[in-house]
């Protein structure tokens, strides 16, 4: 379903997410104080405007009540994020995220309401992390200290075993949510489902389990 979201900030992280939602066929109302940033986004969203994120009037005449998520991706001007966040609150925006630079940062924009805080830079170095120390693992999504969900390659061993005879939950207490094969995923598999060679599995588990899953290979 098409939903509207606003960006405020178009850096690098700002743009990105304003671009990857627009090609996924949401409404993007792009933000930012700077011309030249605007400009950049022009083709790349539905809507592009300048303005200050911190000021109310400028955010009410933008219409930005109307949106259900806003995504405050302004960066240095840390002042600035939280002076942002907290009007759109106040404002009563359901779903505010915002980027963060510092853990203090961090720690206020709690205070102030933020739905979600966002840390790109740590996220995609934890992210590659796992890569590097783990060659199986193709990707990785945190879903709290102790639990996450990978995707893997599916080890030559378990070829044309099914999940019933794997038993996976049992000797791992992880889950297989999907099995990817091709361009073709299958989501929450049968136990008589297949695995074939090639195959990427989905998997959902205690980061300890995870593990002894993957060295398991
Ligand atoms: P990235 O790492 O995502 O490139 P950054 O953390 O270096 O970004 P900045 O470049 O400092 O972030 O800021 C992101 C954008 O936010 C900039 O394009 C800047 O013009 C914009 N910005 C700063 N203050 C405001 C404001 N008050 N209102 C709207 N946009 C703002």
């Given at each position: 379903m098409k939903k509207q979201f606003a960006v405020i900030g178009l850096g690098r992280f700002g743009i990105s997410v304003s671009t990857e939602l627009y090609k996924l066929g949401h409404d993007v109302l792009a933000i930012d104080i700077n011309e030249a940033k605007v400009n950049e986004i022009i083709n790349d969203s539905t809507h592009s405007a300048v303005g200050d994120g911190t000021d109310e009037r400028t955010l009410r005449n933008l219409g930005?009540?109307?949106?259900?998520h806003v995504i405050?991706?302004?960066?240095?001007?840390i002042q600035a994020s939280m002076l942002c966040t907290l009007l759109l609150k106040d404002m009563g925006i359901e779903s505010v995220w915002v980027k963060a630079q510092s853990y203090y940062h961090h720690k206020v924009l709690d205070k102030l309401g933020a739905d979600k805080i966002i840390h790109p830079e740590h996220d995609m170095g934890n992210r590659i992390a796992q890569h590097l120390v783990s060659e199986k693992v193709i990707d990785y999504i945190e879903l709290s200290d102790d639990f996450s969900i990978v995707e893997i390659a599916a080890p030559?061993?378990?070829?044309?075993?099914?999940l019933l005879d794997l038993n996976i939950r049992a000797r791992f207490?992880?889950?297989?949510l999907g099995i990817k094969r091709g361009k073709d995923i299958n989501i929450?598999?049968?136990?008589d489902d297949q695995i074939h060679k090639d195959d990427i599995l989905i998997v959902i588990g205690h980061k300890n389990d995870l593990k002894r899953f993957e060295d398991s290979h």
């Open positions: 930005i009540t109307n949106f259900d405050v991706a302004i960066g240095d001007d030559p061993h378990m070829d044309s075993k099914t207490g992880i889950t297989i929450s598999p049968m136990a």
